[in-house]
């Protein structure tokens, strides 16, 4: 039983916001977590549908009752998973979560009254709190020893509030000291997605940054393994939601893995490989429901390299196109725009260029409700040529090897879908993918021919 550390081994898992959902889903996580003695950093989501809330809570102009509402419903999803656990732990977490709920309820107010992204992280931050204390108490309900972790005294972070940026040595150094003498004999409990900026402000690293977060960790820790329980038996070769002809993938390697995270699958948060691969550590991905039935094995060297991995969807995606016929033969006016574009803190994502005019591509991070390229970023830019702003794009992405110089591609991929509207390709610059806007109507269903045609 995982009460007392056997080996030197350690393996971080990390549970999403479904497996942590309800009682019946905590305690599967927590048999998980008994049944091998290699785990010993637990990292997890907020209990699904709780952040999608309090991100609702953290919009400007919300009703004071409505305010009341959703602090309330999250206190009831809460609460229906206490009650399955002893009279004492449940009375004690349930005085936690008020106190908790009190505490969010004054965030709100204050919310209403100066919105900003810095109080609207205090407030996303509080469901990984809630989470993550319940979970410890369903692990000791079975006789695991786990501990609540403030994971705030450790992932010090800069202060981009909803995307912030960890100090990694700041991590490796407080973890070896404030958490790894922890491990030997107790399982650790702690909150992904969030941090701390050096002012002692809550920050949060970006929607399903909590892969991110155990990836971190386990690299500070010299982790030998990193877990990501989900609601799947692991990578699919598309998204299982929009073919039921996805498959699962045994072996995937760092690269082709990290690609398609990159490019949306959503399995995985974008950077959740980069301190897996810094440290080389293995990662297993499956589900929490099934652990049975196995998983994704994603590492370094894997036996084979196919020409078509998968295939990954962006949606809400935003096409900016500059033209300037000052542009043709001129130096200089790329570095303009991008000057513009570094100002906003916008990142370009793909990029192609003709004669006089460059299109570019940006991500609209999900849930956000106003679009990255604001009109004082459209005029700025209007300075320097003319504009186009296209929404409503989404981006397919065709994962694999050696897609820069294998044969007969074009027919293989834009064959099946020569009804399509393509708005833009990009090909040539990653051996690992070929990407494409098509309308977000026509998304689904380019996925699904493509899938058809490269993995039947
Ligand atoms: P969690 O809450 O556990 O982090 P997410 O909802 O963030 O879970 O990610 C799991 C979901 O990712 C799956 O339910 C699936 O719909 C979606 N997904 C997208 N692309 C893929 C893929 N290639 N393979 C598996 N799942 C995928
Ligand atoms: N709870 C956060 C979210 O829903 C982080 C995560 O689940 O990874 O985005
Ligand atoms: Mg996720």
Sequence with gaps: MNSVQSTSSITVAKFGGTSVADFQAMLRCAN?????????LVVVSASAGVTNYLVRLSQKNVAVNEQKDIIASIGVIQVNITQHLAKE??????????SLLDELTLHALTQSLQY?????????????????????????????????????????????????????TQLSEQSAQLLAPKLHDKVIVTQGFIGQDSQGNTT?????????????????????????WTDVVGIFTTDPRITDQARAIKEISFGEAAEMATFGAKILHPATLIPAMRRNIPVFVGS???????GTQIKQKVASNPTYRSIALRREQTLVTVKSPAMLHASGFLAKVFTVLAKHELSVDLITTSEISVALTFDNPSGSTQ????????????????VSVEHGLSLVAVIGNGLTCAKGIGQSIFETINDINIRLICHGASANNICFLVAEADANSVVEKLHNNLFS
């Design 32 to 40: 998980i977590i008994k049944n091998d003695t290699r785990n010993r």
């Design 371 to 386: 679009s990255l390229i604001t009109n004082t970023v459209v005029a700025e830019l209007e300075q320097l040529c003319e």
């Design 288 to 294: 929490s429901k099934e652990p049975e039935k196995g």
């Design 89 to 98: 732990v449940e009375a004690d977490l349930n005085q936690q979560i008020s």
């Design 116 to 168: 900003t992204s810095k109080t609207t992280d205090a407030i996303l931050a509080f469901g990984e709190q809630l989470s993550s204390r319940i979970f410890a108490q369903v692990l000791q309900s079975i006789g695991v020893s786990g501990e609540y972790f403030n994971v705030q005294q450790v992932m010090k972070t800069n202060s981009s509030h909803g995307k912030a940026v960890v100090d990694i």
């Design 204 to 228: 949060t690293l970006g929607r399903g940054g909590s892969d991110y977060s155990a990836a971190l960790l386990a690299e500070a820790l010299n982790g030998d393994n990193l877990s990501i």
